[in-house]
């Protein structure tokens, strides 16, 4: 008599060797492709209106922040372009010691 110890993971290895034989072995027959039905977009947006309408021709403003940060968009752009002089590092980088453990 075959005991349940053996016939339980027996039956469970058949059945997972069985779905991968057929997951693996049958070919899934390709979808039919079927149209879209959906109208196609028009070429042409509708547009009625003048895109211009509306508005002002002084679009440049100035206030104080727009000011400050065109002034610290300058002194960044100073900043990188005296960093891209500096030749690149050619020698070896010291790297950092190891430390001793700390005992009580």
């Known amino acids: 008599m075959i005991s349940l110890r053996f016939a339980v993971p027996a039956i469970l290895f058949a059945a997972a060797v069985a779905a991968s034989i057929t997951y693996f072995g049958i070919p899934v ?3 039919p492709i079927e149209p879209d039905r959906r109208p196609p977009p028009p070429l042409v947006p509708n547009v009625t209106a003048r895109p211009d309408a509306g508005m002002s021709a002084n679009i ?4 104080p922040d727009i000011d400050a940060f065109q002034r610290a968009a300058e002194a960044i752009l100073k900043n990188a372009k005296a960093s891209a002089r500096e030749p690149p590092i050619t020698g070896p980088i010291p790297l950092p010691r190891k430390r001793p453990i700390p005992r009580p």
């Open 29 to 31: 027959p390709p979808r």
């Open 60 to 63: 440049q403003r100035s206030s």
